[in-house]
């Protein structure tokens, strides 16, 4: 009588039940790299106030600046990177039964976590700090800009409630412009007419170009009120129009360059993340796999 045989049972994989994540050894990563970022951007910026100098000829410019804490954030960025990443793989406890690939993935993904972390804390809670540095740029940019645009805001001031963008004091002086320039000051004050050349001169810089009229009556006004010569009133005029055009060419220039410069910063901010990233992997693996060497040792002996 044959005895039945039961088949073996089927071996099944065993899963742990333990997570895979450090969370601890994250979190302390993370830790580590926002101090040393907070602690790296407050001596950049002591060492940046000592690049401005209230004496003429001794400060360094506004894009050497801009570029200095760009070039300074990029270090604060890998330090703390490095630093974090090495925290979290040393801290990590040991991974039994796992493959040797397995555990490095599990350092690098670790040190990425910790890096992520560290970046949303600094963005979170430093980030007035590093937007104060940072804001160099954003500051030449705005300089720049509004003296670009210093007559197009004094235009808008006096501009109609409909924002249509014109002055309407600038027609009602058109109105009421008197026939002969030289209306003694009793009718026509100093300081009437100097409010009204001033809204000629921005509106022709708003429109890029002065009307034919508006040009001849500057020519007379000028004529009258400095004592000069028809000709030497045409030729202050012209050389005043030429000042403020080239003011204005340069300072469209500068906002140009400045956002340049902004642009290309913000470029490079966003590369040296995405490689703090990536040292911060490394540095965790580092640190993981000197962990374990040096734990095999102590165990040997």
Do not use: C
Not at 160 to 186: C, H, K, Q
Not at 269 to 292: N, T, Y
């Amino acid at each position: 009588m044959s005895i039945p045989v039961s088949p073996s049972p089927t071996l099944m994989p065993i899963e742990s039940s333990a997570s895979a994540v450090s969370l601890k050894s994250i979190i302390a990563g993370a830790l580590a790299a926002s101090a040393i970022t907070l602690i790296l951007t407050l001596i950049g910026s002591g060492l940046g106030l000592t690049m401005v100098s209230p004496w003429a000829g001794e400060s360094v410019s506004l894009e050497a600046i801009g570029w200095t804490t760009a070039v300074w954030l990029v270090l604060v960025q890998w330090l703390s990177a490095a630093f974090g990443g090495y925290m979290t793989g040393r801290l990590r406890t040991k991974w039994v039964g796992v493959h040797t690939d397995e555990v490095f993935f599990r350092d690098t993904a670790h040190g990425f976590l910790a890096w992520a972390l560290s970046t949303l804390l600094v963005a979170g809670l430093l980030g007035s700090v590093i937007s104060s540095a940072a804001g160099t740029v954003a500051g030449a940019t705005a300089t720049a800009a509004g003296a670009a645009g210093t007559a197009g805001i004094a235009a808008a001031a006096n501009a109609s409630d409909e924002g249509s963008g014109f002055s309407v004091d600038y027609f009602a002086d058109a109105i009421l412009r008197p026939a002969n320039p030289a209306t003694p000051p009793a009718v026509q004050s100093d300081e009437r007419v100097t409010a009204e050349v001033s809204r000629i001169l921005i509106n022709g810089t708003v429109r890029g170009e002065m009307p034919a009229d508006d040009r001849a009556y500057l020519d007379r006004v000028v004529a009258s009120r400095a004592g000069l010569s028809e000709a030497d009133a045409k030729a202050r005029v012209d050389q005043t129009l030429a000042n403020i055009e080239a003011a204005k060419t340069e300072a469209q220039e500068a906002a140009d360059a400045a956002k340049q410069a902004a642009t290309a910063i913000a470029l490079a901010g966003a590369v040296s993340l995405m490689i703090g990233a990536f040292i911060a992997s490394v540095a965790a693996a580092l640190g993981g796999r000197q962990r374990d060497e040096e734990e095999d040792l102590v165990a040997v002996i």
